[in-house]
Each structure stands twice: as C-alpha cells, then as structure tokens.
T-cell receptor
C-alpha cells in the first residue's frame, strides 16, 4: 500500500464548475499537507499549505484536512481553462515530502 | 527574485554512461531536494541536502548520488545509466525544512 493515495483521473469539467480533488494517507506521522499544481513540462508549483485539521481558503481554492480520517481535499471554485493541470497532494514527515500520483484536470471552455 | 534553476533542460545519454544534473536554489535557501518523476510513477524522493550535508536519502541504488556545494548549489549524478532512469528530474529548495518546496522546471533525462 502506498503512503499517499490519489486518484489519477483524468477529470474533465465545464468552465465554472467546482473541481473536487482528494487524497488519503496511511502514515500518522504526516504533519504538514500541501497541494501543488503542475503544468505540462513544468515543475510543481505550491498552491496551498496547511498543518492542522480544518479548512483553509485562498481565493478560489479551499484546502481541507481531516487527520482523524487521514483524508485531505482541494476544492477549486469557478474553475477556469487556465486551471487545467495536474494537481498533486503532498505530505511531510521526517523532513521529507511524499507525493500522491497526481490528478489530471481539464476545464473545458 | 530568481527561482530554482536547473541545467541542462534536456539530456540524452546512452545506457551505461553517466549523467550530471545541476541545480541552483533560490538565494537564501540552504536546503536542496532531488526528486525523480517517471511516467506513471509520480514524484519519488531521491536526496535531501542541507548546509552541504546529505540529510536523507530515498530508496534508490547507490549509483544515484549527489552533493551540495558551499554556495548551496547542488549536483545529481546518475552512474551506469539504465533505460528506466529516463525521467524528469526535479530539484527543489526551501528556507526551512517544514515548509513547502519551490521546484525548478526539471531536467528531462532520456536514456537510449
């Protein structure tokens, strides 16, 4: 079993829809949770960072962490074609980031 | 502020050869991380360097190694290249170990 599980998709939504992404994990030592966005042929870019259970909002993005269920989510409101990318969840313990496989999202105009 | 820079952008090598990949972190960042992103496998942790020392290593054979220089730039060496070493190699840096990393655009290594 992988430490971090993420459905690779692909996920295709119409412009303006809410995109919902999630990851589950098995390592209780994970303390810090992040979401990265990766465009084709580019390195991952940090979108959201949180270290506690609950919600964190930044513009159209909301990150949700439920440590009791070992489950994290990312919601993208009012999605735009420019949001089309691969989204990776990441979690840190022992100073090492472990990544999910990434979910490829396409937002159709 | 310049981001994390990696060179070369692309590298084509023959099986059995050695590859050297280079990374310059963001100014002021002392930690450098190396990840391998192979098709369908996600990002796999390779190495972490901080203040010139190797702090952590992923589950990879010793033919994959690296170092960090006094100016905090870093080099990744992959010896005795195999076809399965073909991947995007990403370097990242951070100012503190418990915060998110900033990634470079990567070096795409192709082994033929």
């Amino acid at each position: 079993q992988k430490e971090v599980e993420q459905d690779p998709g692909p996920l295709s939504v119409p412009e303006g829809a809410i995109v919902s992404l999630n990851c589950t994990y098995s390592n209780s030592a994970f303390q810090y949770f992040m979401w990265y966005r990766q465009y084709s042929r580019k390195g991952p870019e940090l979108l959201m960072y949180t270290y506690s259970s609950g919600n964190k909002e930044d513009g159209r993005f909301t990150a949700q962490v439920d440590k009791s269920s070992k489950y994290i989510s990312l919601f993208i409101r009012d999605s735009q074609p420019s949001d089309s990318a691969t989204y990776l969840c990441a979690m840190m313990s022992d100073y090492k980031l472990s990544f999910g496989a990434g979910t490829t999202v396409t937002v159709r105009a | 502020e310049a981001g994390v820079t990696q060179s070369p952008t692309h590298l084509i090598k023959t099986r059995g050869q050695q590859a050297t990949l280079r990374c310059s972190p963001i100014s002021g960042h002392t930690s450098v991380y190396w990840y391998q992103q192979a098709l369908g496998l996600g990002l796999q942790f390779l190495l972490w360097y901080d203040e010139g020392e190797e702090r952590n290593r992923g589950n990879f054979p010793p033919r994959i190694s690296g170092r960090q220089f006094p100016n905090y730039s870093s080099e990744l060496n992959v010896n005795a290249l195999e076809l399965e070493d073909s991947a995007l190699y990403l370097c990242a840096s951070s100012a503190t170990v418990n915060y998110g990393y900033t990634f470079g655009s990567g070096t795409r290594l192709t082994v033929v």
